[in-house]
């Protein structure tokens, strides 16, 4: 399995302002994911990102709203942009583990809970 | 597209009663099913897996068998204990982009 960190653990920031959530995973990775799980809900995956490739988004998440970084295998961010109390939620990055069949476990992240005032 | 649907919660057991949560799915291929537990406080864990149609994933006690003809992965527990409070989610992951698509999740709450 695969040890994963992220920073912060929680903030609480102000609307319109943005915020940078870090993921740092102890081993090298191809694929990193992003998710959300707004309160009370499930997780909906935001973004898939590659190294060396731009972030594949999901239906109904954007770029500019949810820009990401993947400069190298072990290392991803995601910044939560112009923000409004609607994103508040608690952001988790996963990895796919080792494969052992045909499809690919994923490992996660304590998570990042983010309240918007 | 892929979908995955929990029975409603919250949950509350008293400690060692037998525990079913239900889980069925719609997807297209032959997914592979996996339950995670997130406990309070804590990050997403994989609690246990299954490939591929009757096998049967288990973990702590827990266990979940791959039912194709149903399309269901019921979660199951003979005794619970007060530790297994918990959020429960359901998942599938077919390996299409890796995507894992996850059910709402259920709250268990047991009782000493």
């Known amino acids: 399995s695969a040890v994963i960190s992220q920073k912060p653990s929680r903030d609480i920031c102000q609307r319109g302002t943005s915020l940078t959530i870090q993921c740092q995973v102890d081993?090298?990775?191809?694929?990193m994911f992003w998710y959300r799980q707004q309160p009370g809900q499930s997780l909906t995956l935001i973004a898939t990102?590659?190294?060396?490739?731009?972030?594949?988004?999901e239906s109904g998440f954007v770029i500019d709203k949810f820009p990401i970084s993947r400069p190298n295998l072990t290392f991803s961010t995601l910044t939560v942009s112009n923000m409004s109390p609607e994103d508040s939620s608690i952001y988790l990055c996963?990895?796919?583990?080792?494969?052992?069949?045909?499809?690919?476990?994923?490992?996660f992240g304590p998570g990042t809970r983010l309240t918007v005032l | 597209g892929d979908s995955v649907t929990q029975m409603e919660g919250p949950v509350t057991l008293s400690e060692e009663a037998f525990l079913t949560i239900n889980c069925t799915y719609t997807?297209?291929?032959?997914?592979?099913l996996f339950w995670y537990v997130q406990y309070p406080g804590e990050g997403l864990q994989l609690l246990l897996k299954?490939?591929?149609?009757?096998d049967k994933g288990s973990n702590k006690g827990f266990e979940a068998t791959y039912r194709k003809e149903t399309t269901s992965f019921h979660l199951e527990k003979g005794s619970v204990q007060v530790s297994d409070s918990a959020v429960y989610f359901c998942?599938?992951?077919?390996?299409?982009?890796?995507?894992?698509?996850f059910g709402k999740g259920i709250t268990l709450s047991v009782r000493p």
């Open positions: 996963s990895v796919e583990g080792a494969s052992s069949g045909d499809y690919n476990e994923q490992f």
């Open positions: 299954a490939t591929k149609a009757d």
């Open positions: 998942a599938l992951n077919t390996g299409a982009n890796s995507k894992l698509t």
């Open positions: 990102a590659n190294q060396g490739s731009e972030a594949t988004y």
């Open positions: 081993s090298q990775v191809t694929m």
């Open positions: 997807a297209t291929g032959y997914p592979s």
